[in-house]
T-cell receptor, first 113, second 111 residues
Framework: DVKVTQSSRYLVKRTGEKVFLECVQDMDHENMFWYRQDPGLGLRLIYFSYDVKMKEKGDIPEGYSVSREKKERFSLILESASTNQTSMYLC????????????FGSGTRLTVV | DQQVKQNSPSLSVQEGRISILNCDYTNSMFDYFLWYKKYPAEGPTFLISISSIKDKNEDGRFTVFLNKSAKHLSLHIVPSQPGDSAVYFCAASGGGNQFYFGTGTSLTVIP
């Protein structure tokens, strides 16, 4: 089974801190994604990557950046955390284009105080 | 603009009855659809899929129906069980790398 591992289940950070969320997948998937989930808003795509060192903006990239130096690892960076970035962050991976579904990690609940 | 919509934020059903969760989409290029189930504090897990060449796909208690002309899909759960209580997301893809998700429907199955 594909496994997508997010390094932290819960994080509490202070406003203005630089925050790193790490995601690792173990099945050689090309595509990796970062979503945030908020009540009433569903899953919103922040960034995705379809290859090493490649990245594409999703629907809500403002305040975030990403890094994909290795195929298995996709990092989400909050450059200067703000309270409106308090959310559940979900990482996902998929094999490729053409209807392959996502495998999600367990999520990171980030609270910015 | 939301390309995939789940207009019912919540649904309550008695145990043993049918649960019907609905999803509408706007992009006629979407040709592959998924349903995910999500428990609190966990990531979504894949439940069932359907491609546009079919109008129905069944897996145990779960059946997904696709009406391409209406751009509508639905998930039927029969019989509903308390363990089915979760948030359900539908997702759609046009064959590219990205799936578009609905806002989710929170299902509560009452014992």
């Amino acid at each position: 089974d594909v496994k997508v591992t997010q390094s932290s289940r819960y994080l509490v950070k202070r406003t203005g801190e630089k925050v790193f969320l790490e995601c690792v997948q173990d099945m050689d998937h090309e595509n990796m994604f970062w979503y945030r989930q908020d009540p009433g808003l569903g899953l919103r795509l922040i960034y995705f990557s379809y290859d090493v060192k490649m990245k594409e903006k999703g629907d809500i990239p403002e305040g975030y950046s990403v890094s994909r130096e290795k195929k298995e690892r996709f990092s989400l960076i909050l450059e200067s955390a703000s309270t409106n970035q308090t959310s559940m962050y979900l990482c996902a991976s998929s094999l490729g284009a053409g209807g392959y579904g996502y495998t999600f990690g367990s999520g990171t609940r980030l609270t910015v105080v | 603009d939301q390309q995939v919509k789940q207009n019912s934020p919540s649904l309550s059903v008695q145990e043993g009855r049918i649960s019907i969760l609905n999803c509408d989409y706007t992009n006629s290029m979407f040709d592959y659809f998924l349903w995910y189930k999500k428990y609190p504090a966990e990531g979504p897990t894949f439940l069932i899929s359907i491609s546009s060449i079919k109008d129905k796909n069944e897996d145990g208690r779960f059946t997904v129906f696709l009406n391409k002309s209406a751009k509508h899909l639905s998930l039927h759960i029969v019989p509903s069980q308390p363990g089915d209580s979760a948030v359900y997301f539908c997702a759609a893809s046009g064959g590219g790398n990205q799936f578009y998700f609905g806002t989710g429907t929170s299902l509560t199955v009452i014992p």
